[in-house]
T-cell receptor, first 114, second 111 residues
Framework: GAGVSQSPSNKVTEKGKDVELRCDPI?????LYWYRQSLGQGLEFLIY????????KSGLPSDRFSAERTGGSVSTLTIQRTQQEDSAVYLC????????????FGQGTRLTVV | GDSVTQMEGPVTLSEEAFLTINCTYT??????LFWYVQYPGEGLQLLLK?????DKGSNKGFEATYRKETTSFHLEKGSVQVSDSAVYFC??????????FGTGTRLTVIP
């Protein structure tokens, strides 16, 4: 596609439910990143994929959070037993390999846990 | 570990004022450095980058120089406009290709 696509754009869920957030990176981009942006806060790193493997998942806040990437393309971030503090905008970015390359961001998924 | 420390905001300036947003970093090896911008209601986009020491990145009148001796990458613009109002993020890309961001600085430019 033309850019990084995230779905859904908005999600309201009840506390305790599981949610899945999807990211479709730009075709051919080998690196994929997930971040969380809470209201008025910066970008909190969650996890980084290179291909299908995750060299760095140190940012996942708890074992309720997990992510996978299949076929070197689509990634899913899953939050189990959601809590109100999980409410935030979840951003995905992708880039070509190489530290000099630009990362392109999706529009994000706004998650609200009620 | 690798990290970015960014000047806290918010920053409010009058139109045509000079802007500096400070950014310092901690990294092993030789990272690449970036400034991203998030305009109201829009997604993050790259503003400029520098990939080695003494490189200067520039775009839309903004500049930043990669200073290895002071581990800094401060963002500057000589004359800000109302349309520059946005949140600015400093970021570094490690040798392992991870990408870390600072906390962001909200800039408001008033006419």
């Amino acid at each position: 596609g033309a850019g990084v696509s995230q779905s859904p754009s908005n999600k309201v869920t009840e506390k305790g439910k599981d949610v899945e957030l999807r990211c479709d990176p730009i075709s051919g981009h080998t690196a994929l990143y997930w971040y969380r942006q809470s209201l008025g806060q910066g970008l909190e790193f969650l996890i980084y994929f290179q291909g299908n493997s995750a060299p760095d998942k140190s940012g996942l806040p708890s074992d309720r959070f997990s992510a996978e990437r299949t076929g070197g393309s689509v990634s899913t971030l899953t939050i189990q037993r959601t809590q109100q503090e999980d409410s935030a905008v979840y951003l995905c970015a992708s880039s070509l390999g190489g530290r000099n390359t630009e990362a392109f961001f999706g529009q994000g998924t706004r998650l609200t846990v009620v | 570990g690798d990290s970015v420390t960014q000047m806290e905001g918010p920053v409010t300036l009058s139109e045509e004022a000079f802007l500096t947003i400070n950014c310092t970093y901690t990294a092993t090896g030789y990272p690449s450095l970036f400034w991203y911008v998030q305009y109201p209601g829009e997604g993050l986009q790259l503003l400029l980058k520098a990939t080695k020491a003494d490189d200067k990145g520039s775009n839309k009148g903004f500049e930043a120089t990669y200073r290895k001796e002071t581990t800094s990458f401060h963002l500057e613009k000589g004359s800000v406009q109302v349309s520059d109002s946005a949140v600015y993020f400093c970021a570094l890309r490690t040798g392992a290709n991870n990408l870390f961001f600072g906390t962001g600085t909200r800039l408001t430019v008033i006419p």
